[in-house]
């Protein structure tokens, strides 16, 4: 059943409009009496098309129901920003995998360091990437992905989470020595190309998160985020 | 310090030829006296450079050890063939992450099927990936890129393993509920775009192989088997 998410609140009618409208009537050809999923904060509301005017679908709830492939866990990554497209390609396999919100942020050794401007029109093109796999991968949510921090303020954003992880390729725990919640929340450090410098750890330590340690294999950057989220979501019974 | 692969018997002395030569002389241009690691099946061997000639580098061994990077589990990925160059970054991404021999093969819902001598052509190029994904990450072997196998061959293939799981879409077991060795052989096989047929699940738990189901997440078939290689490596301990 074609799936699609909506940011209005819901009530007994989902009137759609602009780019989805069209992509109802036009590319799927859909038909009054058929059937749409909407998702909207988690919840699958299960719909059937009522009519088409000019620009606008009117579909009726029929049933809802909390969407049944959103993870026990709230796993953000903190992900420095690495160079070329990789950040594209992390954003789309994490979002598949459950991840519910991306935080690129700027440490010591980012090579890439996009000003205000550019990181805008990125963001745009980052979301609508979140979307697509969301869609996809049949996600009850999209990943929220959020402005560009400097470590110093991810850092202090992680502070919040019930499990703060750090990355570290100096050695630390293995993730699967970690005890992890099976709900709440876990937040997930991870460097650029070139990794953390030993200062970094060290202030993440102080904001009182664990060093976490891949093995001896090194990672590259885009590998790591998806390996940890694979690993974070089997661990807590997501996978 | 810059590793290399060799493929030949490692007596007290190695010789370096061919394009590792010059890599070594022009590219690195380091000179007599400076050290090199050298793998070979598992092993690396710590080196001094001895001399050059003019197509040569003479090392001398001073030292050798098991490879420390090497997991504990042998670990098979059988791989459905996927469409475009999907399986270049399934094989670059999965030799980081530990696996040990690559399989592809042609199930029923293959959309790509490349004849012979195609993939003859494709495998010098999976294999290159294969050594370069092996070098960055500080693998101790280069994992093997094998010929193209039918389903029914692959299966065949996969009986010998301690270890045999095959990942459905329709249903089973988790892999974090599987009991997993420490060591021994384990082989996944993965289906390509469109997952595997009904029968073709059924013929491989008549070969043993335990259904995995990834959850109610649907994975790119690209992110499957990375998000797979690293669940096995944590849950064996070697991540």
Redesign the interface.
């Known amino acids: 059943m074609p799936r699609f998410f909506t940011d209005q609140p819901v009530g007994d009618y989902i009137r759609v409009t602009g780019s989805d409208a069209r992509h109802i009537g036009f590319s799927l050809r859909m038909k009054a009496g058929e059937k749409i999923t909407f998702c909207h904060n988690g919840i699958d509301y299960h719909t059937v098309i009522e009519s088409f005017t000019e620009n606008e679908v009117l579909c009726r709830v029929e049933s809802s129901e909390p969407s049944?492939?959103e993870p026990s866990v709230f796993m953000t990554l903190y992900q420095a920003f690495p160079k070329q497209d990789k950040l594209e390609s992390i954003i789309?396999?994490t979002t598949?995998?459950?991840v519910s919100r991306i935080v690129p942020f700027i440490s010591a050794r980012c090579v890439s360091r996009p000003d205000e401007r550019s990181y805008a029109k990125k963001l745009e093109r980052f979301r609508r990437i979140a979307e697509e796999a969301s869609k996809?991968?049949?996600?009850g949510i999209i990943p929220e992905i959020a402005e560009l921090m400097t470590f110093e303020k991810a850092l202090d954003d992680m502070k919040k989470s019930d499990v703060k992880l750090f990355c570290y390729e100096n050695g630390g725990e293995?993730?699967?020595n970690i005890h992890l919640p099976q709900s709440g929340t876990i937040s997930v450090m991870i460097g650029s190309e070139g990794g953390f410098e030993r200062d970094e750890a060290e202030r993440a330590e102080a904001a009182g998160a664990v060093n976490i340690w891949?093995?001896?294999?090194?990672?590259?950057c885009e590998?790591c985020p998806?390996?940890?989220t694979?690993?974070i979501?089997?661990?807590t019974?997501?996978?």
């Open positions: 049944r492939s789309q396999k598949e995998l459950g996809q991968s049949g996600r293995r993730l699967g891949l093995g001896e294999r090194i990672l590259r590998t998806v390996a940890v694979a690993v979501m089997s661990l019974g997501n996978m």
